[in-house]
């Protein structure tokens, strides 16, 4: 269909519904809904910028930007108005270990992994590694997570703060 057009809004609107509709299908079908919207996501970054104007792919591209942004600024928002400042201070402990834990497991795979395929292909540079192990490092889906975490755990509140 996005072939056919050329209305950028159009167009920009179906994507939204292929995104929207990937996760309901898969939802009823009792798949994940997440993985569909990726899925739908890939097959309509390939395929469907073929038939597109390059008016429509530069409205697209900035549409979806913005709307990552947006969702990305609403889960910091949400967690900052769910987490308690003083609770962060009694806390803080827990929540450096957390952050060594996660950043020396993070370096133990990173530099791990890439001298394990050193060993039979070219090997990574250094400057690569260090990139590698601070790059990416995005706090949006462990919020996320941490969000979605059900009232009934135990220590919910120690691990949203």
């Known amino acids: 269909m996005i072939a056919r057009l050329d209305d950028y809004l159009i167009e920009t609107t179906l994507t939204t519904v292929l995104a929207f509709g990937a996760y309901l299908v898969a939802e009823r079908l009792d798949f994940s809904g997440v993985l569909a919207v990726v899925g739908a996501g890939i097959v309509n970054g390939n395929i469907g ?14 549409f979806w930007e913005h709307l990552a942004f ?15 400042i003083p609770q962060i201070a ?22 791990g992994l890439t001298w394990l395929t050193g060993l039979r292909g070219p ?14 490092l995005r706090g949006a889906i462990g919020l996320t997570l941490a969000l979605s975490l059900p009232a009934s755990l135990a220590d919910r509140e120690l691990l949203r703060v």
């Open 49 to 62: 910028p073929r038939g597109m104007s390059p008016t429509t792919r530069i409205v697209l591209f900035n």
């Open 70 to 84: 947006v969702a990305n600024s609403l889960v910091f928002l949400l967690i900052g108005l769910d987490v308690n």
């Open 90 to 111: 009694a806390n803080i402990g827990p929540i450096a270990i957390a952050v060594l834990a996660v950043l020396a497991s993070r370096a133990l795979v990173v530099y």
């Open 123 to 136: 090997k990574t540079p250094r400057a690569y590694r260090h990139v590698l192990l601070w790059g990416a």
